[in-house]
């Protein structure tokens, strides 16, 4: 489990004992939060090798959930090399961080139509 920006491994304590058994949870601090300490490098391609890292121990059928920041960190690592399976749960919207941001696509809108539908109402 991968928490997101504002969350450590012990927030994930409740689902844990709820997936325990039939699985082996690990919930991680990720760099910066909970028990991990300080670390210089807060990118996210670090964080990805700190999953990697986590997910030796688990093994290769481990399952990866990651939650808001950690979703994009989850992502990270499943981009470079997939895990059997993994969730992202509300994972951030943006995934380049702003120094390297680029232009977000154009807002799509639903169609609209003065005519009405066979209904009688009509959409505007």
Known sequence: M???ALNAAQDWQVLADLLAPPFT?????????GASGDHGEHIIQREAD????VLGLAGPDA???????GGLVTLAHALRKPPTAF????????????????PS????????STEPSPSGCGTS
């Open 2 to 4: 991968s928490p997101g």
């Open 105 to 112: 696509p154009p807002s799509r809108r639903p169609a609209t």
């Open 50 to 53: 700190d999953i990697a890292a």
């Open 87 to 102: 969730i992202l749960y509300e994972p951030r919207s943006r995934w380049a961080a702003p120094s390297q941001a680029t």
């Open 63 to 69: 399952i990866l959930l990651g939650h808001s920041y």
């Open 25 to 33: 949870t690990y919930a991680i601090d990720r760099r910066g939060r």
